[in-house]
């Protein structure tokens, strides 16, 4: 049971972070805590997310997250970094009931485990949450729904 | 000869046999919330039956029979914490509501302003820090605290200059519900007296699981909450001395506060009608008396010297374990069975749902109780905490499943 939340691909990513470490320069960044357990997390993103860059302090799962998150964003045009966004969230809102789709995703599909615990949902979401604000301080695109 | 028999004690919680994810039950959380027994269970749902009525208001039977028994259980707390009359006892919607009230009311009676000093410390619950920073909001007084030493006990060494003639209220914890520091108080007590202010405890923690009395306390006031104590949520107590409650303005305005109502003015009940504005929870009340009658049959001594049983072998398995550290008090002695620690810098989510997946309930996080963690460098903590009904074998549990959390993410 618990290797599907523990996935290896998450304990991989939360042993050997990807792109971690706060750099500039940057277009907008964003701090998001959850209060119920203190984990933190700090992201920036360029206008044109040719580099997100983070730090925080969390359990495996935020901060796989946070390195997944690098992976999968970093590069991509406003609208697909949106698209995969949105994926994320409906899959971690879907209560394990959302298939999810590894061409949109990625590794972050090592997730949808944790979409059965409603107690770390918040984790997973943590940093793509703080990704969302950094984005819009920076300018980065429009929401699909907008451009739709 | 010692009768307690942690067997027959479990056979009173019909949660503990439950199954959890596979495993049997092992409930470790007790400080957050303790489970009920059948027999609180039970006067619950037999007032619910067969009593039901609003209280302090009627003249038909029902009426008579539910305020009795909301009485009666006042009653049973007043003996139960050693207090002179049931008068003394009001009854809240729990701890914080108890904590918010003093922090008004004796703020009001006290005309708490610029100049003055509260003091509490870096070991409290949220509970008892924010009412009182809210207060110095309220009123420009100032919120100062005692510090924390490395082995987890209060700082006394600036006691008389912290607590000095600009004080007007001590509130501290009695015993912490992060690191199991049972607070002697009877130092501060003294000196806050000395001065002329008044001394308030949290003993949400201490009330449940040690034999306590408010006349050799001292303090003017105390807090605490029924469902630490094997009784229901919903359900706290303010115990104040019977001639500060007197002075003491109230805190909510309503029905069955009052003496007189005119649409000008009122005149307010005497303590404790006074400080219970509205429907007070009633079933809960008397559940919370069931609780004190289910704790006082078996006897407050036998429970805290089980639970130091449990807590020295907790403390020596945890200390056996390698990448364990725990936060406060290595031995039983001047602590309770509340015992916070680390696995590794391994994050507490990650130990506690690991721990979770093998049937052991812990909390994790900061347990409401920021400051302490901040004081220990850490984020959050793992905490185990115990009760009358906690084995050893549920220690070896706690103790089998860190080494599996030290697999994983070793």
Same mark, same amino acid.
């Given at each position: 049971m618990m290797d599907q939340l523990y996935q290896e691909i998450i304990l991989d990513h939360y042993k050997h972070p990807h792109g971690r470490g706060l750099r500039s320069p940057f277009g907008g960044e964003a701090h998001h805590v959850n209060p119920t357990c203190g984990d933190e997390i700090t992201i920036r993103v360029t206008t044109d997310l040719s580099d997100i860059s983070y730090d925080g302090m969390g359990c495996s799962i935020s901060q796989a997250s946070a390195s997944v998150l690098h992976d999968q964003l970093t590069g991509l045009d406003p609208a697909a970094a949106f698209r995969v966004h949105e994926a994320f969230v409906e899959l971690m809102q879907g209560r394990g009931q959302v298939e999810p789709d590894e061409d949109v995703l990625g590794d972050a599909v @090592?997730?949808?485990?944790? @979409?059965?615990y409603p107690a770390r949902v918040k984790c997973a979401l943590l940093p793509w949450m703080a990704f969302k604000d950094a984005a819009v301080r920076a300018g980065v695109g429009v929401s699909p729904e907008v451009t739709a | 000869m010692s009768s307690f028999d942690v067997a027959r004690v479990r056979a009173d919680f019909p949660i503990l046999g439950r199954e959890i994810n596979g495993h049997p039950l092992v409930y470790l959380d007790s400080a957050n919330t303790s489970q009920k027994p059948v027999q609180v269970l039970d006067v619950m749902r037999a007032h619910a039956e067969q009593h039901n009525a609003n209280v302090s208001r009627s003249v038909h039977t029902l009426g008579t029979e539910s305020t009795a028994a909301y009485e009666d259980a006042r009653a049973k707390v007043a003996t139960f914490i050693g207090a002179a009359s049931p008068d003394e006892v009001v009854f809240t919607k729990n701890s914080t509501e108890a904590l918010n009230l003093v922090a008004h009311s004796a703020g009001e009676m006290l005309g708490v302003g610029p100049g003055d000093e509260i003091v509490i410390s870096e070991m409290e619950h949220h509970s008892n820090i924010v009412p009182w920073q809210l207060l110095c909001r309220r009123t420009g007084a100032t919120l100062r605290w005692f510090g924390v030493t490395d082995d987890g006990r209060l700082d006394e060494s600036t006691l008389d200059e912290l607590v000095n003639e600009r004080t007007k209220i001590v509130s501290l914890v009695h015993m912490s519900n992060i690191l199991g520091t049972i607070n002697d108080v009877s130092r501060i007590v003294a000196r806050a007296h000395q001065v002329g202010a008044l001394v308030l405890l949290d003993c949400s923690q201490s009330v449940p699981h040690l034999p306590l009395s408010v006349s050799a306390l001292g303090a003017d006031f105390i807090a605490f909450t $029924?469902?630490?104590?094997v009784g229901p949520t919903g359900i706290g107590v303010l115990w104040g001395r019977g001639a500060v409650l007197a002075d003491l303005p109230p805190f909510l305005g309503g029905g069955s506060m009052i003496e007189t109502v005119t649409l000008e003015h009122t005149t307010f009940a005497a303590p404790p009608a006074r400080f219970e504005? $509205?429907?007070?929870p009633i079933t809960e009340a008397i559940g919370l008396g069931a609780a004190v009658d289910y704790l006082s049959a078996i006897g407050m001594d036998e429970i805290h010297r089980h639970e130091q049983e449990i807590t020295g072998y907790a403390l020596k398995t945890l200390a056996d374990l390698p990448g364990v550290r725990v936060f406060g008090l290595g031995t039983p002695e001047g602590r309770g069975g509340t015992v916070s620690f680390d696995v590794d810098g391994i994050h507490p989510h990650d130990v506690g749902q690991i721990l979770d997946d093998l049937g052991v309930q812990v909390r994790v996080g900061h347990h409401c109780a920021r400051p302490v963690c901040a004081r220990f460098g850490v984020a959050a903590m793992t905490r185990a905490s115990f009760y009358l009904y906690t084995t050893t074998d549920e220690i070896d549990a706690l103790a089998r499943g860190i080494e599996q959390v030290r697999r994983v993410f070793g």
């Open positions: @090592a997730f949808a485990g944790v @979409a059965r | $029924g469902h630490k104590m504005a $509205g429907t007070p």
